[in-house]
């Protein structure tokens, strides 16, 4: 073969041009000893047809052989007129195949024409005999790659076409849900014959020929407007079950006959087997894959418990893998679903789509899943904006969610004008509305459970902290997790008993409704008692005795509770007790730390035990830290905070600050002591004397 040959053709701008166009190309290839050659038959098919279709000019095909490769190019002459790109909506799926069969091509602009190329594996010189591969060779070589369903359907459509001469045609294969969609079409549609043609749908059929359309089961209007006047048809059968369709259609009446149908059929018939088995094998691929898509959406599902963030999560799931927009429905008060969030694939409508969602009147969920009757305008209200398919299309389907037996709302999902949803799309959307049913019901009581918490361990709480003239006062709580809905053990208040105030911090044993009862039995008690001027020994003998007669049910108590009260010069008298909790720390301005070693017993363990209390006076400018072992024992591996004095060494170092401040910077202190999240509750509280 001569070095890098080159073949040039030129074609007139007409249907025939494109089947010219694929020989010509085909037989040059083939002289070369090309292997790829069905690959460059089909591209030439697609590039030729694109350009007769958008430029209308004559077409020069051109191919060369390079070292190693070929190279094909398809040149017109309407430089004005753009190449359409991949996935142009008014090219279809021309450049599609580039992308996938050819190693490398582009478009080229010159002078007057514009190209477009394409270069395929090649070959450079003449072939020779190669030596025998050794096992280690035989294993190691990948499996060649299969030709695609929409590859097979486009060589069956041109093959067609060069056996009868057609206009065009047509392959159509059954989906999973057996209705027939188009998949390839070979030679140049007529003016506006798009893939609306009427076929989609129809039934699988038979051998036929239809001379004036006179018999058709098509959509006959949308043929003839297409240009089509005659048809032939012949089934893909494989084991006696219609699998698809192969049309060839015409421009000329009474084009076809017999003898086509026959041609027509051995060409189904040679290529049935194929599709089929390439149809299954992508059906099965793409079920795996929804398999995993399930499985991960599971997994992201289960990873929150916040209600809206679960319905975005939905949503993003589905659009745009499965539909173009989304909407989720709740069921609200008497019974209605009522729209709760939306999404859509082109984030400017999202707007829009919410707007029209909230003109849907009002109605209770489906009990099945169904096409979505309830796109309309409520009574009474002005219509949808004449934009409105423009948003939603008018394709939609909707899936109850169902949780525990009962209905929470409804999963509504579209897509554009004339969309179509397979039954596996429907069926995996059925089967991801469950799952989301699911986790946004989890999402919804956990969200119910914390806020029951979150209400109850308020009650359990002072409501405000009080202002005491000569005292400076704060107090600060914190959950274990932060965002924990179980309630939590620990406990503060502040309440005036005549010309005193009392004050207590508390650790209840354990967390949740047991260890609440036992902190609103002390709250209240603590309060009552004080109240009646007990003393605070008799306070707590009290207590310990009505803990006590709570039985199995109670929860062990460690509590410091005392009182203080302003005197005439300024200093205060404080006189407080502990029951197994950790005793106050006092400090004076010079940022001496004092704190007692011993503590009396906790409540609700000995029937008999008794209670010291300690009195101490206090100048202005000193201040009482109490606080809950939350705060000492906050741990960093296998160190804690209240370690070696650390809680007095933080305190000393707050000296001349005002109540709040010290709060503040224990409970930084504390929180910075260790990154991992704390498995105690913290309470402190701080009197200081006013100055």
């Not at 037989?27 to 069905?38: A, I, S």
């Not at 308020?458 to 309630?487: F, Q, T, W």
């Not at 209840?508 to 709250?523: D, I, K, M, N, Q």
Request: aromatic share 6%.
């Amino acid at each position: 073969m001569e070095k890098n040959p080159k073949r040039y053709a030129t074609f007139p701008p007409e249907v025939a041009s494109v089947a010219a166009a694929r020989r010509f190309v085909g037989e040059t290839l083939r002289n070369w000893g090309v292997d790829e050659v069905d690959d460059a038959m089909l591209l030439t098919s697609e590039l030729v047809t694109n350009a007769i279709v958008h430029a209308g000019t004559e077409v020069e095909v051109v191919c060369e052989a390079l070292p190693g490769q070929v190279r094909v190019e398809v040149h017109d002459r309407h430089q004005a007129r753009r190449i359409p790109i991949p996935g142009d909506q008014v090219s279809g799926r021309g450049l599609l195949f580039p992308e996938t069969l050819a190693t490398s091509w582009g478009v080229t602009y010159g002078q007057g024409e514009k190209q477009v190329w394409f270069t395929i594996p090649g070959t450079s010189g003449e072939k020779q005999a190669p030596p025998p591969p050794s096992y280690e060779e035989i294993i190691a070589t990948p499996r060649p790659s299969r030709p695609t369903v929409d590859q097979l359907a486009h060589r069956t459509a041109q093959t067609a076409q060069d056996a009868l001469g057609a206009d065009c045609v047509y392959v159509l294969l059954t989906e999973d849900d057996a209705e027939l969609v188009l998949k390839a079409t070979s030679g140049v549609r007529p003016e506006g014959a798009a893939l609306e043609l009427g076929l989609e749908g129809a039934p699988v059929g038979g051998r036929g020929v239809y001379a004036d359309l006179g018999g058709s089961p098509y959509n006959l209007p949308a043929l003839q407007a297409a240009g089509i006047r005659s048809l032939v048809t012949a089934p893909f059968v494989v084991d006696g079950r219609g699998v698809g369709l192969l049309i060839a259609a015409s421009r000329d009446a009474a084009h076809f006959n017999e003898e086509d149908v026959e041609h027509l059929q051995q060409v189904a018939d040679r290529q049935a087997p194929s599709l089929e088995r390439a149809r299954l094998m992508e059906l099965e691929r793409a079920r795996r894959g929804w398999l995993g898509f399930l499985a991960e959406a599971s997994s992201l599902l289960a990873g929150t418990l916040d209600q809206q963030m679960t319905m975005a999560l939905v949503a993003q799931l589905i659009v745009p893998r499965l539909a173009t927009w989304c909407a989720l429905f709740t069921v609200r008060d008497g019974g209605m679903a009522l729209p709760a969030y939306a999404w859509h694939a082109d984030e400017t409508m999202v707007a829009d789509l919410r707007t029209m969602l909230d003109m849907v009147p009002q109605a209770p969920p489906p009990a099945e899943p169904g096409p979505w009757e309830g796109f309309g305008p409520a009574p009474g209200q002005s219509p949808m904006p004449a934009t409105a398919h423009r948003v939603t299309g008018d394709v939609a389907h909707v899936f109850p969610l169902l949780a525990r037996g009962r209905s929470i709302g409804m999963l509504v999902v579209g897509g554009p004008k004339g969309a179509r949803f397979t039954r596996d799309m429907l069926e995996l959307t059925e089967d991801l509305a469950g799952r989301a049913a699911l986790a946004i019901d989890n999402a919804r009581l956990y969200e119910e459970q914390a806020d029951m918490s979150r209400t109850l361990q308020r009650s359990l709480l002072p409501p405000d902290i009080p202002v005491i003239p000569g005292l400076d006062l704060a107090a600060v709580y914190e959950p274990a997790g932060g965002e924990s809905s179980e309630v939590g053990g620990d406990f503060y208040d502040v309440f005036n008993v005549g010309s005193r105030w009392r004050f207590a911090i508390g650790d209840v044993c354990g967390t949740g409704p047991e260890a609440a009862s036992v902190t609103g039995l002390a709250r209240h008690t603590l309060r009552i008692l004080g109240r009646e001027d007990y003393s605070i020994p008799d306070v707590l003998q009290r207590l310990n005795a009505l803990i006590l007669e709570e039985g199995p049910r109670a929860r062990f108590l460690t509590l410091l509770h005392g009182e203080v009260e302003p005197l005439p010069d300024g200093s205060a008298r404080v006189t407080y007790a502990t029951a197994g909790h950790p005793p106050p720390l006092l400090l004076s301005p010079a940022g001496t730390v004092d704190g007692d070693a011993e503590s009396d017993l906790m409540l609700g363990v000995f029937p008999g035990a008794e209670f010291s209390v300690r009195t101490v006076t206090l100048q202005p400018g000193h201040l009482v830290l109490g606080f809950t072992d939350g705060v000492t024992e906050r741990r960093n591996g296998d160190r804690l905070l209240g370690d070696d004095q650390g809680l007095e060494r933080i305190l000393a170092a707050c000296a001349g600050l005002g109540a709040g401040a010290v709060a503040a910077r224990i409970s930084r202190a504390v929180r910075a002591f260790s990154t991992e999240p704390s498995h105690d509750d913290m309470a402190l509280i701080v009197l200081r004397i006013a100055e």
